[in-house]
């Protein structure tokens, strides 16, 4: 418990004295994102395969909404027990879609990454990503400021431009150590992540000079077994990218209603905080191999009287297949 108290208040420190901090992925469930978070991540969990899926509905109050959904599955590849280390592959699926233009942002994303055992209770992975990305609008429904004519149908507009569509690779690498209590849910992982290291030309103008931004991400993700039923669950993330910046915090309580041991039967319930922005409540619920969660926020600052305090409801799904072998049981709950 102290190991994990610690670094949540060493990196919140460190990301806080930052000022150039910021995201383009915008979920208050980030840490149910693995391969959003780092592509070293990747095949890091207690399992054999895991599905995971995101969707959120941001300011459903006002006219101008934000849909996203995200979706992925990692495994571990030449995995074998006794063996040092291991490789873990993983696909990703990112689309949004935001505004009267339907601006849609599509990714598909490949990540690999390689976990090294240090110690019986440390492990180290490095990952990284290469994804395709297109954006595309749609001009139909959009009035430009020479097609306003008060009283009178709109004219056409001047308004021209090269591409309504554009697709361009991005380029992403990540970093984790992990800290594992042998035969405990007890574990820390500790890691960041670096995508658009490529900074591609994102414009539908043909601007050599609109580049999208680097993306950072940095985080704590760490799990405490209080007693045989009860475990803390606490995680602090800290995004940026460019000259904007999203620190999120959140602490979550673990309820086992049936013994562990014989089957998996929790509830969670927690909130998180994401600074200067929303306090954001969170709901969870782990039947055997599934774990589903919602999240609804509401905001504390700035958009309060577009929003009337509300930031918009988010729903995350985990399905993660454990085939419990025998050489490797005594290594159970985790395969790590």
Same mark, same amino acid.
């Given at each position: 418990?102290?190991?994990?108290?610690?670094?949540?208040?060493?990196?919140?420190?460190? %990301?806080?004295? %930052?000022?150039?901090?910021?995201?383009?992925?915008? $979920?208050?469930?980030?840490?149910?994102?693995?391969?959003?978070?780092?592509?070293?991540?990747?095949?890091? $969990?207690?399992?054999?395969?895991?599905?995971?899926?995101?969707?959120?509905?941001?300011?459903?109050?006002?006219?101008?909404?934000?849909? @996203?959904?995200?979706?992925?599955?990692?495994?571990?590849?030449?995995?074998?027990?006794?063996? @040092?280390?291991?490789?873990?592959?993983?696909?990703?699926?990112?689309?949004?879609?935001?505004?009267?233009? /339907?601006?849609?942002?599509? +990714?598909?994303?490949?990540?690999? @990454? !390689?976990?090294?055992?240090?110690?019986? /209770?440390?492990?180290?992975?490095?990952?990284?990503?290469?994804?395709?990305? @297109?954006?595309?609008?749609?001009?139909?429904?959009?009035?430009?400021?020479?097609?306003?004519?008060?009283?009178?149908?709109?004219?056409?507009?001047?308004?021209?431009?090269?591409?309504?569509?554009?697709?361009?690779?991005?380029?992403?690498?990540?970093?984790?150590?992990?800290?594992?209590?042998?035969? &405990?849910?007890?574990?820390?992982?500790?890691?960041?992540?670096?995508?658009?290291?490529?900074?591609?030309?994102? &414009?539908?103008?043909?601007?050599?000079? !609109?580049?999208?931004?680097?993306?950072?991400? =940095?985080?704590?993700?760490?799990?405490?077994?209080?007693?045989?039923?009860?475990?803390?669950?606490?995680?602090?993330?800290?995004?940026? +990218?460019?000259?904007?910046?999203?620190?999120? =915090?959140?602490?979550?309580?673990?309820?086992?209603?049936?013994?562990?041991?014989?089957?998996?039967? =929790? #509830?969670?319930?927690?909130?998180?905080? /994401?600074?200067?922005?929303?306090?954001?409540?969170? #709901?969870?619920?782990?039947?055997?191999?599934?774990?589903?969660?919602?999240? $609804?926020?509401?905001? =504390?600052?700035? %958009?309060?009287?577009?929003?009337?305090?509300?930031?918009?409801?988010?729903?995350?799904?985990?399905?993660?297949?454990?085939?419990? /072998?025998?050489?490797?049981?005594?290594?159970?709950?985790? $395969?790590?």
């Amino acid at each position: 418990m102290r190991i994990l108290t610690t670094l949540l208040l060493l990196l919140s420190f460190t %990301f806080m004295s %930052f000022s150039l901090l910021g995201q383009d992925l915008h $979920y208050s469930q980030i840490f149910s994102s693995p391969l959003n978070l780092s592509p070293a991540l990747a095949g890091l $969990y207690g399992g054999e395969h895991r599905f995971v899926g995101n969707a959120r509905n941001q300011w459903n109050n006002v006219p101008v909404d934000y849909l @996203s959904f995200s979706g992925s599955y990692d495994t571990k590849i030449k995995y074998e027990p006794g063996k @040092s280390g291991f490789w873990g592959v993983g696909l990703q699926i990112n689309q949004d879609i935001a505004g009267d233009s /339907r601006l849609q942002l599509s +990714q598909l994303g490949l990540n690999l @990454s !390689f976990t090294k055992r240090l110690a019986e /209770r440390h492990l180290i992975t490095l990952g990284g990503q290469m994804a395709a990305t @297109s954006r595309r609008f749609d001009q139909s429904d959009l009035v430009f400021p020479d097609q306003s004519n008060p009283g009178k149908p709109n004219n056409t507009t001047s308004q021209t431009f090269d591409n309504s569509s554009i697709v361009y690779p991005t380029v992403g690498v990540g970093a984790n150590w992990r800290y594992q209590v042998r035969d &405990s849910r007890t574990f820390v992982n500790v890691g960041g992540g670096l995508y658009n290291l490529n900074t591609p030309v994102v &414009s539908f103008n043909d601007n050599s000079d !609109f580049k999208l931004h680097e993306r950072a991400s =940095a985080f704590v993700l760490g799990t405490y077994q209080l007693t045989e039923r009860v475990d803390l669950i606490a995680n602090y993330t800290h995004q940026w +990218q460019g000259p904007h910046r999203e620190p999120l =915090a959140g602490i979550r309580g673990k309820f086992y209603l049936v013994n562990p041991l014989v089957r998996t039967l =929790a #509830i969670q319930l927690g909130a998180h905080y /994401r600074f200067d922005d929303a306090i954001i409540p969170v #709901i969870a619920a782990n039947v055997n191999n599934w774990e589903v969660g919602f999240s $609804y926020d509401l905001n =504390a600052q700035g %958009f309060n009287p577009a929003t009337n305090n509300n930031g918009g409801p988010e729903l995350s799904v985990i399905y993660t297949f454990q085939k419990i /072998r025998p050489e490797i049981c005594l290594l159970c709950p985790e $395969y790590l």
